[in-house]
């Protein structure tokens, strides 16, 4: 910096504030100090700049289950896209990190239990994004005692931090009701494995007690809903399909979870000469682009994709930079969903 001072005239302030604060500065002035900086091969140290500035320039994107799992979900890369969108207007990067069993151990290195608070704490970031956070979740107290920003999507809606959900309860009661009144008295809900931690995704279980519950308020007994995991996205689908076929009792309808689930109950359906929904009413949830052009054509609860991570990214952005506060903010904001019918059920 000062080399770039001396070569352009100017005080190592003027430098700093060519870089850090440009409004301090003529038009004309930064220019020249930018110009010299290029012509001698200097860039700021970033590591230097966030001790300076007390800013990393980045987001942290936390995600609840492993990255391989999570970059192969399609919901997921589909929100990944909207907030890279979104870092890329505002001059951030993304620090995209597993929340995966994350703090418990380093038993590689031979280290011990790293707690939650002390993991969050180690990503620099200014701020997070975290996905599929409940109460009963180890990362729940760093959430509380924080004192960077974190926006919330698809948790639990009684943490004390701003929350973005969609309507879970209120597409899968309306899933349940549709199949219910076309005939249907045997159903599944395929859905995923539950974690070894005891850690569950509350959007998911969100949607497993909503569409039970309209089940037994339609007079049915609790043997009518069957519950069938799956672990993994690529092949969850297929999975579901081959324990649901197997059952003993088997249903004439499937609720899934996700368009995922649903998209590769079908394919499994069609390998096995099963009718859909003659054989197997299947719905979905999500409304991904694919759902409309499956065969045969899903019916699903339908999300606004775009809407929700636009909420949660231009929130976190004014959390950030002070312009609002948390007490400003309607949590949990809840996005509304609608069922779409097709011909799969």
């Not at 870089?19 to 110009?35: G, V």
């Not at 001059?91 to 069993?101: C, D, N, Q, T």
């Not at 969850?236 to 996700?258: D, K």
Request: aromatic share 6%; hydrophobic share 40%.
């Amino acid at each position: 910096m000062r080399d770039v001072a001396r070569h352009a005239g100017v005080s190592p302030t003027a430098v700093s504030f060519a870089y850090n604060a440009p409004h301090q500065l003529s038009h004309a002035t930064r220019e020249h100090i930018l110009d010299t900086a290029e012509s001698l091969g200097y860039q700021p140290h970033p590591v230097a700049r966030t001790l300076a500035t007390g800013r990393t320039n980045a987001i942290g994107l936390l995600v609840p289950t492993s990255l391989n799992w999570m970059l192969h979900d399609p919901l997921f890369t589909h929100f990944l896209g909207e907030v890279g969108a979104a870092c890329d207007r505002e001059e951030k990067r993304i620090v995209l990190a597993s929340m995966h069993e994350s703090w418990r151990h380093d038993s590689r290195q031979g280290g011990e239990a790293v707690a939650p608070i002390t993991w969050l704490a180690s990503i620099a970031a200014d701020g997070f994004l975290m996905f599929s956070i409940n109460r009963a979740h180890p990362l729940a107290e760093a959430v509380q005692r924080s004192l960077r920003p974190i926006v919330l999507l698809d948790s639990a809606d009684d943490l004390q931090a701003p929350t973005f959900n969609i309507d879970d309860r209120g597409g899968a009661y309306a899933a349940a009701q549709h199949l219910l009144a076309k005939g249907h008295r045997q159903f599944a809900i395929a859905t995923m494995t539950p974690r070894r931690d005891g850690v569950v995704i509350p959007s998911i279980e969100r949607r497993v007690q909503a569409f039970s519950q309209a089940v037994e308020e339609a007079g049915l007994p609790p043997t009518a809903v069957q519950i069938v995991h799956a672990r993994g996205v690529p092949a969850a689908g297929l999975e579901s399909f081959w324990n649901i076929w197997q059952l003993r009792r088997r249903p004439t309808a499937v609720f899934c979870v996700s368009d995922v689930r649903a998209l590769g109950i079908l394919s499994g359906a069609r390998r096995e000469g099963i009718s859909v929904p003659d054989d197997l009413a299947v719905v979905g949830f999500g409304d991904l682009p694919d759902s409309s052009v499956s065969s045969p054509p899903l019916t699903t609860v339908h999300r606004d994709m775009d809407c929700q991570p636009q909420l949660a990214i231009r929130t976190l952005f004014q959390l950030i930079n002070e312009q609002i506060s948390e007490a400003d903010i309607e949590s949990p904001h809840i996005s509304g969903t609608r069922l779409v019918v097709r011909e799969s059920s």
